[in-house]
């Protein structure tokens, strides 16, 4: 029987840009990736959904904080609740983050500038959907290009989340001032995930780094796991 | 009614804006501390009372205009 590719959706918003690469990677990455317009009320058969990075909205009021309610978020809060696996990069997690489908929001960077540059990571959980092909401790090298990067949760809640081991990856060295320098989180159930740096820009070594790769590759794995199941 | 929220960083969250803009002061001779920066939003409400109007704007600051973990408010309303 022929290995199914799992269908993976990318939510497109007005303000979205990384939303091609985004498709463009999953595609590499052997996955049948699907965009998704913003205005659609509900989601195709899908494997997986991806929040793309970019601008949505302008990122007027808060970054996230107006395409949180679009039709196409709705659906895609739907489809977290009911197991679904999401995935959130950079304006995706911000939009993840004020959605309430993932802890904390991400302000304005300590140092007021745009930062646009590789970034070194360290993996906190190798036990997630989307992390399964790397180790736990690996440093990864993937870009982050934000201005609004700076992940925050008060005290209590952060304690929290570090018991309950939802920070998944952590800036090597700081970066724009988050809180324990936690560069991606993960929901309690851990199928739903938001990170800063982008890993659909670091799927070839041509571009850099290709360890991008290795956390969507376990997406597409885990959504094709999915797509058998189903099958 | 016209209402007026201000939207202010809660205490002990970094402001960096506000750093910013209390070092230019400085730089332009003032002697200032403790700049913050946040947001005005005004709106006209359509509500027959001041009470109605205010129920209606702590709504939207709950579920839009501020994010309670970052964020305070204060809601103005008058005629």
């Known amino acids: ?231 | 009614m016209k209402a007026t929220v201000l939207v202010r960083p809660k205490s002990g969250i970094l402001d960096p804006q506000g750093q910013a803009v209390e070092s230019a002061l400085e730089h332009l001779g003032f002697t200032v501390s403790a700049a913050r920066v946040g947001k005005v939003i005004d709106l006209e409400v359509d509500a027959s009372d001041a009470a109605t109007a205010r129920a209606q704007v702590e709504q939207m600051c709950e579920r839009l205009l501020a994010n309670p973990l970052i964020e305070s408010y204060e809601i103005d309303v008058r005629a």
Request: charged share 20%; net charge negative; with cysteine.
């Open chain 1, 1 to 231: 029987m022929a290995v199914p590719q799992p269908r993976i959706g990318v939510v497109m918003y007005p303000g979205s840009n990384d939303d091609h690469d985004a498709l463009w990677a999953l595609a590499a990455l052997d996955a049948e990736a699907i965009p998704v317009w913003h205005e659609q009320p509900e989601l195709p058969a899908l494997d997986a959904v991806v929040l793309p990075g970019g601008f949505s909205y302008g990122d007027y009021l808060r970054c996230g904080a107006i395409a949180r309610f679009s039709p196409a978020t709705a659906a895609v809060r739907e489809f977290a609740q009911a197991g679904g696996l999401v995935l959130g990069i950079c304006n995706g997690f911000q939009i993840l983050c004020e959605a309430g489908l993932l802890p904390g929001v991400l302000l304005q960077n300590d140092s007021l500038q745009f930062i646009c540059r590789d970034v070194r990571l360290t993996v906190e959980r190798d036990d997630l959907p989307f992390t399964a092909r790397c180790a736990r401790g690996q440093e990864l090298v993937i870009p982050v290009k934000h201005g609004d990067g700076r992940w925050f949760a008060p005290p209590q809640l952060l304690a929290e989340l570090e018991a309950k081991r939802q920070v998944v990856l952590r800036y090597a060295e700081p970066c724009n001032g988050s809180v324990d320098d936690v560069a991606g989180v993960c929901n309690e159930r851990g199928n739903v995930m938001g990170l800063m740096p982008h890993p659909e820009h670091a799927v070839d070594p041509l571009l850099g780094s290709a360890d991008g790769a290795l956390i969507l590759a376990s997406l597409v794995e885990a959504a094709r796991e999915r797509a058998v199941a189903l099958a």
